[in-house]
């Protein structure tokens, strides 16, 4: 692969037409002002109108799915054709500014990650603040370690890390959930830097109820993945107090035997916490395999 490119610039882009050709206008203006060698990847997921045209007339390189997969998949696309030594990853529908690239690239020297906090001053509706800001609060108890902004889709990777987990990623918009959890999970360094998002050009393409429970399950795949115990642990001694309680409940309250229900939540905790023992052995040995492949 030829790695005589520093960067490259991954644009997803689904119907982007009207706004494509300024983004990238946008971030060239901006990458020529540094001293790094760069391509900008547009990867058309499946557009109906001129995404593609203006994006090859506007100086990028435009590789297109034949129909649209998915956010997340033209991500992985871009990930398995980029050049570059760094990967910079952002929107084509206008809400990530150019102008922080510079800022997130002076980071990634140091840093495996770089991703690009929303701040609050940006344009956002509010229940998307809120459940951002319930994904970030689990996302942080998971990886033991506070997350700023789990769904951001700006960010910047070192290429070699990103291809190590591009199996892992959805082909939905929850892709920045996975690489995220994945990158703290597996010890790798990442850090935020703030950023103001403006409102797409255009309708939205996320859904709230579809997508948000998305991401909720994407974080307890990942979490089982890489920390399981992290998820089991609590439930199991969630059951465990359920079971001891009602069972005493029952003895001075009611005056009878703890009785079969007690038993059953007691011995399903149990099982549920070796399960989840087993689950972390078998995540460290897979660790230590892909490990010893990289």
Known sequence: MNTELNVSIIIPAFNEEEIIADVIGRVRLNMNRLNRSYE???IDDGSKDGT????KNAGARVISHPYNIGNGAAV???IR??????LVMMDGDGQHNPEYIPQILEKIDQYDMVVGSRTGDSESDIHRNVANGFYNLFASYICNRK???????FRAIKADIARQFVSLLPNTFSYPTT??????????????VPIKSTRCVGKSK??????GSRF???IVKIATLFSPMRVFLPVSFTIFLIGLGYGLYKIFFLDVRYGPTSAMLITMSVLIFMVGLVSEQIAQIHYDRSEKRD
Do not use: N, P
């Open 216 to 218: 909720f399950l994407i």
């Open 81 to 86: 054709h980029a050049k570059g030594m760094i």
């Open 52 to 55: 593609a045209t203006e994006a």
């Open 206 to 211: 996320i859904k709230l109820l579809r997508d």
């Open 147 to 153: 997350i700023q902004d789990l769904t951001s889709g």
């Open 40 to 42: 900008i990847l547009v």
């Open 179 to 192: 690489i995220t959890m994945a990158i703290l999970r597996s010890g790798y360094s990442l850090v935020y």
């Open 76 to 78: 992985k696309t871009g």
